[in-house]
Antibody, heavy 119, light 106 residues
Framework: QVQVQESGPGLVKPSETLSLICSVSGGSISSFYWSWIRQPPGKGLEWIGYIYYSGSTNYNPSLKSRVTIAVDTSKNQFSLKLSSVTAADTAVYYC?????????????WGQGTLVTVSS | SYELTQPPSVSVSPGQTASITCSGDRLGDKYAYWYQQKPGQSPVLVIYEDDKRPSGIPERFSGSNSGTTATLTISGTQAMDEADYYCQAWDSSTVVFGGGTKLTVL
């Protein structure tokens, strides 16, 4: 059974870069696509982007200018960097496996990690 | 950009049938996916590719998709089904989520 776990700072200052890591266990990172999704407190889900183990990526157009997702196959991890954050980026950030693109779904989710943007 | 619209809330009595809709331009030409999220928990897939149930999801969950509307139907709704439900679809190579529907069982 694949498990994914988010890690990273819970507090980020405005204008700085949010950095999170997702660790994959119970399976190879080469087996799926991998994605980041966020959920502001009390609000809905927002897809951030996905990456394949080869390094190919696709991002939400609304966040594309600030987002970088990378993969480290040697560590079975992938990461998220979101630059120039504001209070609007405060959210629970989830990492999840994605079965495919154009017709895939998110099947394994992490527990989520709350990131607060505040000085 | 592509948008999926869900009603903010739906109420149902225990044992009755709940229907949650998700509307989008030509959504019927795409696959719809549905996730259940209970308070403080991560989302769980309940329907994929319009009408397929993942292993472990009760038979009372079903889905359909035609025209501009996908529908998640919960037959014989139980108190444990009270949750937020999100639809998801693909627009080209990007993922789109609906705004979510809070299902209240009362």
């Amino acid at each position: 059974q694949v498990q994914v776990q988010e890690s990273g700072p819970g507090l980020v200052k405005p204008s700085e870069t949010l950095s999170l890591i997702c660790s994959v266990s119970g399976g190879s990172i080469s087996s799926f696509y991998w994605s980041w999704i966020r959920q502001p407190p009390g609000k809905g889900l927002e897809w951030i982007g996905y990456i394949y183990y080869s390094g190919s990526t696709n991002y939400n157009p609304s966040l594309k200018s600030r987002v970088t997702i990378a993969v480290d196959t040697s560590k079975n991890q992938f990461s998220l960097k979101l630059s120039s954050v504001t209070a609007a980026d405060t959210a629970v950030y989830y990492c999840a496996s994605l079965t495919g693109t154009t017709r895939g779904y998110f099947d394994y989710w992490g527990q989520g990690t709350l990131v607060t943007v505040s000085s | 950009s592509y948008e999926l619209t869900q009603p903010p809330s739906v109420s149902v009595s225990p044992g009755q049938t709940a229907s949650i809709t998700c509307s989008g331009d030509r959504l019927g030409d795409k696959y719809a996916y549905w996730y259940q999220q209970k308070p403080g928990q991560s989302p769980v897939l309940v329907i994929y590719e319009d009408d397929k149930r993942p292993s472990g999801i009760p038979e009372r969950f079903s889905g359909s998709n035609s025209g501009t509307t996908a529908t998640l139907t919960i037959s014989g709704t139980q108190a444990m089904d009270e949750a937020d439900y999100y639809c998801q679809a693909w627009d080209s190579s990007t993922v789109v989520f609906g705004g979510g529907t809070k299902l209240t069982v009362l």
